[in-house]
């Protein structure tokens, strides 16, 4: 079940999201008319199945056309894993911001690390190197690097 939490910042819209977005998820009861600047807060998305997916899209393509500004920021795993599989997630807006997933060679701790996508792209598209905040230890990116960032890398990016 998907949680949102509305906040109006400015001339900003913040929604934040949190839960799942599964079948029976209803843009809009849950949202209603977004703001010509929205953020989605997506940080505590955990998961999004194809059904969830397809009415996501179905919203956030009308509020676009209806001349709504996405900006995606703090994605989840579960969210960048839908960026780089559905071209036209985000709907025309940009994703500023995402969680990188790490695990710990020593304790097997899973983490996940916040980074801004220009930062990744300043970077060469590299994982930042992080140590576990239980050990210390070192922390591998867990996932395969390229098909991560692959929505960084596509002509017309939406970072």
Do not use: H
Request: glycine fraction near 8%; aromatic fraction near 8%.
């Amino acid at each position: 079940m998907l949680k949102i939490l509305r906040e109006q910042l400015g001339q900003t819209l913040v929604l934040k999201l949190a839960g799942d977005v599964i079948e029976g998820t209803d843009f809009d009861q849950l949202i209603g008319k977004t703001a010509p600047d929205t953020q989605l807060n997506c940080k505590d998305i955990t998961r999004m199945n194809s059904v969830g997916v397809k009415t996501w899209i179905k919203y956030f393509q009308k509020e676009s056309k209806s001349g709504t500004k996405l900006r995606l920021v703090e994605c989840s795993p579960a969210v960048v894993e839908q960026i780089n599989l559905i071209v036209n997630f985000v709907c025309g807006g940009t994703v500023e911001s995402i969680y990188l997933p790490y695990a710990c060679k020593k304790c097997k701790k899973y983490l996940v690390k916040f980074s801004k996508v220009s930062d990744l792209k300043n970077s060469g598209l590299k994982a930042p190197v992080v140590a576990c905040d239980v050990c210390g230890g070192e922390a591998l990116f867990d996932d395969i690097l390229e098909e991560y960032f692959l929505f960084m890398t596509r002509s017309g990016s939406s970072g």
